[in-house]
């Protein structure tokens, strides 16, 4: 994919949130340094979400390509 196919793609993105000891803190994988926090799962994934759009517009602004989201999440069961 070239930069011009990219424009207005619609991405989606893994997202991480763990429980921190003041509140959340999310991240994105496929974007290092794409990170937010906030006092509620509710708020961290507003906050993330907003994180990623500026992400993604700086790295359009200085002419990176846009990483393909990868990522994959999987919940595995087992015995505690």
């Known amino acids: 994919m070239n930069k011009l196919e990219q424009i207005g ?3 989606r993105y ?3 949130i763990e429980q921190a000891a003041a509140g959340y ?3 994105v994988p496929d974007l290092p340094g794409c990170i937010a926090s906030g006092s509620s799962v509710d708020e ?3 906050l993330i ?3 990623i759009e500026f992400h993604l517009e700086g790295m359009k602004a200085d002419g990176l ?3 393909r989201p990868v990522s994959k999440v999987e919940y595995m069961e087992v015995a505690a």
């Open 49 to 51: 979400h907003d994180a």
């Open 65 to 67: 390509l846009i990483p």
């Open 14 to 16: 893994a997202v991480v």
């Open 44 to 46: 961290v994934e507003g």
């Open 9 to 11: 793609k619609q991405m």
């Open 25 to 27: 803190s999310a991240y």
